[in-house]
């Protein structure tokens, strides 16, 4: 398997193939996602995986990670929470906690709404820390990994993609170095920028208008290329001793905190044991989604622009500004919803394939998710190099529209907490007294709740038994 963390994943060797045989399977993307797929499938020893890391290192961008009961079940399954547990900020628990405590910040005096309860709350980490776990836990013995390399293109066979699956031609990997190598499965968790989806959906697209589908080509190319949510995060990671001293006892120092303004958001939490604040806060134009984005996705900016961005918010939130040193801010795309996550012996997992916004904290939840799964039925003794796309169709049966609903639910948590759902927006400060603010808040903590409380209320347990039920019955 190949799996590359902003490119690919190979799955199922190309030697002499039989029914117990040596698969080898290719990774691109050597983030969350793909990292997590070679874990999954480190459990079984005739899997070879190649991991492709496009950067020159395996390394997270230093920002935080959550962690809901529904993905934590999956971190028992694959044998990593003792680890995970000695870098979480508060060690998992299944006693009720305060996940998220939701404010309404953007005036003067602030007012909290709304206590998020959940099983356990939700475990925060460091995405290096959490990224140097799941590395430790990579096999040794089938798992090999490469840095530096990131995809350009992939063909099957001699350069035709067009060519019968039954042959089991090899799918040639073409990395932007020059170099290739080879695999039997592309697994593609190369992020919202994928490459390996633009390949897939363009080869569709050929298929498609061939056979007369023009409606069918044009859904599949304009899955190719990211668009811009309308919304841009500034992000940043400062020390807990620095807001400390800034106001003592801010709440943020022990508590995840959601603080909701009119177009406005901003999400702050204790990292690395308590050491660390993640922080992250939202600017929405909300008229602009579907758009380009016109300049750098990521780019560092001052202090200032984001002062002039929240002005007049209440002396706590301004404390937490006062507390960055530096800061950068980022266009935040998402992916169109797809007609199909695999075709042949190629699937995409994580954002490559429903690039989502972070407002339930599930992005790096659903990769694993999606990881999990795969590889479990990848795994099974039914799947043989004849029957790979079965259990490519399989998990993209079951995992493509819950995935998807938990992008659009993501997205309604964003406009929710930027005020902007229809029916919930707010007028002026004056109009914000009455007691109609209060029920509106009511009501969007209600939604919120709503939208979220499927992290905590359910595992994919379900999903899992489903998938291979369909896999062994030969359905689809």
Same mark, same amino acid.
């Given at each position: 398997?190949?799996? #590359?963390?902003?490119?690919?994943?190979?799955?199922?060797?190309?030697?002499?193939?039989?029914?117990? *045989?040596?698969?080898?399977?290719?990774?691109?993307?050597?983030?969350?996602?793909?990292?997590?797929?070679?874990?999954?499938?480190?459990? %079984?020893?005739? +899997?070879?995986?190649?991991?492709?890391?496009?950067?020159?290192?395996?390394?997270?961008?230093?920002?935080?990670?959550?962690?809901?009961?529904?993905?934590?079940? &999956?971190?028992?399954?694959?044998?990593?929470? #003792?680890?995970?547990? @000695?870098?979480?900020?508060?060690?998992?628990?299944? +006693?009720? @906690?305060?996940?998220?405590?939701?404010?309404?910040?953007?005036?003067?005096?602030?007012?909290?709404?709304?206590?998020?309860?959940?099983?356990?709350?939700?475990?925060?980490?460091?995405?290096?820390?959490?990224?140097?776990?799941?590395?430790?836990?990579?096999?040794?013995?089938?798992?090999?990994?490469?840095?530096?390399?990131?995809?350009?293109?992939?063909? %099957?066979?001699?350069?035709?993609?067009?060519?019968?699956?039954?042959?089991?031609?090899? &799918?040639?990997?073409?990395?932007?170095?020059?170099?290739?190598?080879?695999? $039997?499965?592309?697994?593609?968790?190369?992020?919202?920028?994928?490459?390996?989806?633009?390949?897939?959906?363009?080869? !569709?697209?050929?298929?498609?208008?061939?056979?007369?589908?023009?409606?069918?080509?044009?859904?599949? !190319?304009?899955?190719?290329?990211?668009?811009?949510?309308?919304?841009?995060?500034?992000?940043?990671?400062?020390?807990?001793?620095?807001?400390?001293?800034?106001?003592?006892?801010?709440?943020?120092?022990?508590?995840?905190? +959601? %603080?909701?303004?009119?177009?406005?958001?901003?999400?702050? %939490?204790?990292?690395?044991?308590?050491?660390?604040?993640?922080?992250?806060?939202?600017?929405?134009?909300?008229?602009? #989604?579907?758009?380009?984005?016109?300049?750098?996705?990521?780019?560092?900016?001052?202090?200032?622009?984001?002062?002039?961005?929240?002005?007049?918010?209440?002396?706590?939130?301004?404390?937490?500004?006062?507390?960055?040193?530096?800061?950068?801010?980022?266009?935040?795309?998402?992916?169109?919803?797809?007609?199909?996550?695999?075709?042949?012996?190629?699937?995409?997992?994580?954002?490559?394939?429903?690039?989502?916004?972070?407002?339930?904290?599930?992005?790096?939840?659903?990769?694993?998710?999606?990881?999990?799964?795969?590889?479990?039925?990848?795994?099974?003794?039914?799947?043989?190099?004849?029957?790979?796309?079965?259990?490519?169709?399989?998990? $993209?049966?079951?995992?493509?529209?819950?995935?998807?609903?938990?992008?659009?639910?993501?997205?309604?948590?964003?406009?929710? *907490?930027?005020?902007?759902?229809?029916?919930?927006?707010?007028?002026?400060?004056?109009?914000?007294?009455?007691?109609?603010?209060?029920?509106?808040?009511? $009501?969007?903590?209600?939604?919120?709740?709503?939208?979220?409380?499927?992290?905590? !209320?359910?595992?994919?347990?379900?999903?899992? #038994?489903?998938?291979?039920?369909?896999?062994?019955?030969?359905?689809?």
């Amino acid at each position: 398997m190949f799996c #590359e963390s902003s490119n690919i994943i190979p799955l199922f060797s190309c030697s002499p193939l039989t029914h117990t *045989f040596p698969r080898h399977g290719h990774l691109d993307g050597g983030g969350v996602g793909g990292l997590m797929m070679a874990v999954a499938l480190s459990k %079984y020893s005739d +899997i070879q995986v190649d991991v492709y890391e496009a950067a020159g290192q395996f390394s997270e961008v230093g920002a935080g990670i959550g962690m809901w009961p529904r993905t934590w079940n &999956i971190m028992e399954s694959l044998g990593l929470t #003792e680890d995970l547990a @000695k870098i979480a900020v508060i060690s998992p628990t299944d +006693i009720p @906690k305060v996940a998220f405590t939701l404010r309404k910040g953007d005036e003067p005096i602030g007012h909290t709404f709304h206590q998020l309860i959940t099983p356990g709350g939700m475990i925060t980490f460091h995405r290096p820390d959490f990224q140097a776990v799941l590395l430790l836990h990579l096999s040794s013995t089938s798992c090999r990994t490469h840095t530096a390399k990131r995809l350009k293109t992939y063909l %099957y066979g001699q350069g035709s993609a067009s060519k019968s699956e039954s042959s089991l031609l090899p &799918i040639h990997l073409h990395f932007q170095d020059g170099t290739t190598a080879t695999c $039997d499965l592309l697994i593609g968790a190369d992020g919202v920028r994928s490459a390996v989806r633009a390949t897939m959906l363009r080869d !569709l697209a050929t298929k498609a208008q061939s056979e007369g589908h023009t409606q069918e080509a044009q859904e599949a !190319l304009a899955g190719v290329d990211p668009v811009w949510s309308g919304l841009s995060m500034y992000r940043t990671i400062f020390p807990s001793q620095t807001l400390s001293q800034q106001l003592p006892g801010h709440r943020v120092l022990h508590d995840p905190m +959601i %603080y909701v303004g009119r177009n406005t958001q901003i999400t702050a %939490y204790p990292i690395s044991r308590g050491t660390g604040i993640n922080f992250a806060a939202t600017r929405s134009h909300w008229e602009q #989604e579907n758009t380009l984005f016109e300049g750098p996705w990521v780019q560092d900016v001052s202090r200032d622009e984001l002062l002039h961005a929240f002005d007049r918010w209440e002396p706590e939130v301004v404390a937490l500004f006062q507390s960055i040193e530096g800061l950068n801010r980022w266009a935040m795309h998402t992916v169109r919803p797809l007609r199909s996550y695999v075709s042949e012996r190629v699937a995409l997992i994580g954002d490559s394939a429903h690039a989502m916004l972070p407002y339930q904290g599930v992005g790096a939840g659903q990769a694993i998710e999606d990881a999990f799964l795969l590889a479990t039925l990848l795994g099974h003794s039914v799947t043989t190099p004849a029957t790979l796309s079965r259990a490519l169709k399989v998990y $993209d049966a079951v995992r493509r529209p819950f995935s998807q609903h938990v992008l659009e639910t993501s997205r309604e948590n964003g406009q929710l *907490f930027t005020l902007n759902y229809p029916g919930l927006t707010f007028g002026t400060p004056q109009e914000n007294r009455d007691a109609k603010k209060l029920q509106k808040l009511q $009501d969007l903590c209600n939604r919120v709740r709503k939208n979220w409380e499927w992290c905590w !209320l359910t595992t994919l347990d379900a999903d899992l #038994e489903r998938a291979v039920k369909m896999l062994e019955n030969g359905s689809q």
